[in-house]
Each structure stands twice: as C-alpha cells, then as structure tokens.
C-alpha cells in the first residue's frame, strides 16, 4: 500500500471514529428522534388503515344497495312474466344479471379492503408491541445513564475535594512557614534596632541595678 492510501486510510479512519464518537455522545437523543419517527410512522399507518375501513364500508354499502335493488327488480320481471309480458320480464333480467356482476366486483373489493385491514391489524399491534417494550428500555437506559453519570460526578467530587483539601493543607504550611520567617525577621530587626540605638546596654545596666526586680527566688522571700 503506496504512503498515500496509507494516508487516505487513516483519515477515513479518524473521521469514521469521530462519526461514531458523535453518535455515542448523541445515542438518548437518537433514541428518542427515532421513537419520534416509529411513532409518526405509525399513526400514518393508521390513518391509512382508517381510509382502508371507510372504503370497505362505501363497498359493501354499494353491494347492500345493489343487492336491495336486484331482489326489486327479480321481483318486477317475476311480476311481469306472471302478467305475460315476457320482453319486459327478459329486459328486467338482464339488468339483473348486470347488477350481480357490479355487485360480486363490490364485493371482491370490499373483501380485498379487508383482507388488507386486517394484515394493517396485526402489523399495527406487532409494533405498537415493540414500540411500548423499546420505549420501557429507553427509559430504564434513561434511569441507568442519570445513575452514571451521578456516580461519576461524585466520584469526580470526592477526587476534586481530597485535592483541595491537600491544596489547602499545602497553602497553610506555606503560609505558616513564611510567617514564622518573617517573625524571626522582625525579632531580628528588634535587635538590631536595640544594638544601635543602646537599649540593650540600658537593659543590662539596669538588670545590674536591680538584680532581684526579676530574680524569682527574692520575690518568694518577700513573701
């Protein structure tokens, strides 16, 4: 494989990689586009199922008619051969005849209308099946994915608060280290201060002046 393909390769790679990276991120939102649309789906099947029923009905209202109609007219040419009047009784029959044909093709739509609703029926009720058994796993995946990601903040938290809690614990021992620097800075400075000034010569001068104004042991004997 020349470096190229090689190249090509790896890109299509990467870039089939960051597709499914989306969908991962986006699979709750899939989920609930494709619950959307199954139902959508549905409800149109539905819609078609009822124009189905409403023709099957127009159908067999119109074989009801017809059939009404030819037992009228079987009727009439019965009445008319009892009159002698066998033309007329010929004529009636053969409307008779043209009817039933009109009536058995009614018929054989409306059952064919039928025939459809009732597959439309059990393809409805197979996936209205499915479709409330995916939705109560959508769900329970919905509950699993909101304990997840709980656990995982709280986990996260518990990390991010022992890692403050060393931060602080670090940030006060600074603190602490540069205050007693700088305390041992400004005792220092006191002395100097005193050194230059003479007030520590004073002090001793009047520690040799007054050797018993700090003496423990002469205060106790005072007593």
Known sequence: ??????LVTAVKGGANEAAEAVVDANLMRI??????EAKDAISKARDEKSRMVANRMTKEKSVSELMAEIERRTNAA?????QGDEPLAVEIIESVLKLRDKAETEQ???DQYRQTEDGMDAALKQSQSRIETLQRKIEAAKANEALIAAQKAAAVGTSASSDRMSNAMASLERLEERQAHQQAMLAAADEEVKLVSGEALEDKIKALENPARND????????
């Open 1 to 6: 494989m020349s470096i190229w393909k090689k």
């Open 31 to 36: 989920l609930d586009q494709e619950m959307r």
């Open 78 to 82: 019965r009445t008319a051969k009892q």
């Open 108 to 110: 054989g739509l409306a």
């Open 216 to 223: 423990v042991q002469a205060l106790l004997a005072k007593l």
